[in-house]
Structure formats: structure tokens, C-alpha cells
């Protein structure tokens, strides 16, 4: 009978110690820290203006599920036009190759800065670099 109990207390061990090894793995998970992979552009066409110049939608947005900040977003832009206005404090270019977002101010998790822009073609926009506090 003492071989049985021992058997399933070192079942019951095993269980118990995979369960908390589970648990701190999501906890690693969650708590992973944020990286510029967390910072999404969707940048596509949406149709034409009035004047028949092609139209485009950008949205980039904070991924992160961890509470850390990010801020003072650069992306590469090249020589980043538009015929249309657009709110500076969103998005401008402030040399070749380096757009600033958010005006730098913070991105928060899961809420879209967005803007619309007219241009012959599609300007490529990427991560060039972001404040990452966690």
C-alpha cells in the first residue's frame, strides 16, 4: 500500500510541477517585453480621390501585450509625398528617409494612428527605430 500512495504522490508531483512550469511560461510570454516587430504598418491602396490621383490608408498601431511604452517612432520613408494634407502631429516627414509618428508621443496598445495620403504610387513605410521602456 506505502508503494501506491508514493506512486501517486509522485504522479501528483509530476502534475503539479508541469502545471506551475505552464503558468510561468505564460507569464514569460506576457511579459516578453515589447521590440519593433510589436509596431504594425498597414499601408494600402483604398481607391482614388476626386481627381482620380489613387488613395491610400496607413495604420500603424502598438501590438504589445505587455505593459511597456513605446514612443518616438522614425520609420524609413524615402521621400515620403502626398497631394493631400496630413495632420502633422500623425505623421511628417522630417528628412529623407526618416518619418516621425505620433508627433513621437506615446503609441498605445492597440489603438491606430491613421491617416490617408494621394500619391501616384505607394510609399513604402517601415520601422526605423522607436523608445522602448518596459
Known amino acids: 500500500m506505502a508503494a501506491t500512495l508514493s506512486a501517486l504522490g509522485l504522479l501528483l508531483l509530476i502534475a503539479f510541477s ?18 519593433h516587430e510589436d509596431i ?23 501590438e504589445c501585450d505587455s505593459p511597456c511604452n ?4 522614425h520609420l524609413r520613408c524615402g521621400w515620403f509625398t502626398s497631394a493631400t494634407l496630413i ?14 509618428v505620433n508627433n513621437g508621443r506615446h503609441l498605445l496598445p492597440g489603438i491606430a494612428v491613421s491617416f490617408d495620403y494621394t500619391a501616384e504610387f505607394l510609399n513604402p513605410l517601415s520601422v526605423s527605430s522607436a523608445d522602448i521602456t518596459c
Open 87 to 100: 495632420n502633422p502631429y500623425d505623421f511628417r516627414r522630417l528628412q529623407y528617409d526618416d518619418c516621425v
Open 70 to 73: 513605446i514612443s518616438n517612432v
Open 18 to 35: 508541469q502545471d506551475v512550469a505552464r503558468a510561468e511560461g505564460r507569464a514569460l510570454l506576457q511579459n516578453r517585453g515589447c521590440t
Open 40 to 62: 504594425t504598418i498597414s499601408n494600402g491602396l483604398t481607391g482614388k480621390d476626386p481627381s482620380g490621383i489613387p488613395l491610400y490608408s496607413v495604420a500603424i498601431s502598438n
